[in-house]
């Protein structure tokens, strides 16, 4: 079962996230950028199964305001860099485009199960 944890929208949870990857790095399976069409870019950092299969995934909703031009994009590359961490680009539909915030992370689960970076439903 996968669940997303939303650690913000890109202001000072960026702090977290870098303790995340710096600390937790070990539990990390893989990490996604999601670039909207003239919006900012959601971040998903995906971590490993844990008991139960339960599977986070911390996001950084629309927090990346200049997608892959944005500093944050690079800070947050290089730190996935520095761990060895594998890193994915992908373009989905705006959050806006949901009338729910979880309307939009069950239609990510679907896009990220098709493309196998999260596992199937067991």
Known sequence: MQKFILLGHGYSEIFEL???????????DKAVFIHHEDAPSTFVLIMKPAVQNFQALYTILR?????????????????????????I??????PEDFHEEDLYYQYIIGVLRLNHIIPPLN
């Open 89 to 94: 680009d992908m373009s989905s539909r705006d």
């Open 18 to 28: 870098q303790a995340l990857i710096e600390y937790n790095h070990a539990r990390i």
């Open 63 to 87: 927090g990346l305001r200049k997608g892959y031009e944005g500093e944050m994009y690079t800070l947050i590359s290089k730190w996935l860099d520095n761990k060895n961490i594998q890193k």
